[in-house]
């Protein structure tokens, strides 16, 4: 099994940052990749970026691209969401989700956490 816990989250003001984290423990290999989602209320989930934790290739949704930036750092088992510039939209509860390889299901999830990003 693998365990995912986020945090970071918080209360910003327009244009300013904030940087989620994600710790991984368990069962999770160096060929697992660690996804980034948010889901705002009364919308559908979308992907925000991914990174894999071995090569530490990304990828990012084309909405948030120019703005945020997932990185890890191996030896914390930790995965980064860097959000700068942040928006009113932005705000949504932000999850990590693991996942084996490219195309295997999402099995594992964090309990989320909640980016308010004010006026």
């Known amino acids: 099994q693998v365990q995912l816990v986020e945090s970071g989250g918080g209360l910003v003001q327009a244009g300013g940052s904030l940087r989620l984290s994600c710790a991984v423990s368990?069962?999770?290999?160096?060929?697992?990749?660690i996804n980034w989602f948010r889901q705002a209320p009364g919308k559908e989930r979308e992907f925000v970026g991914a990174i894999s934790l071995g090569g530490g290739n990304t990828y990012s949704a084309d909405s948030v691209k120019s703005r945020f930036t997932t990185s890890r750092d191996n030896t914390k088992n930790l995965v980064y969401l860097q959000m700068n510039s942040l928006k009113p939209e932005d705000t949504a509860v932000y999850y990590c989700?693991?996942?084996?390889?490219?195309?295997?299901?999402?099995?594992?999830w964090g309990q989320g956490t909640q980016v308010t990003v004010s006026s």
């Open positions: 368990g069962r999770a290999f160096s060929s697992y990749y």
């Open positions: 989700a693991a996942q084996s390889s490219i195309g295997a299901p999402f099995d594992y």
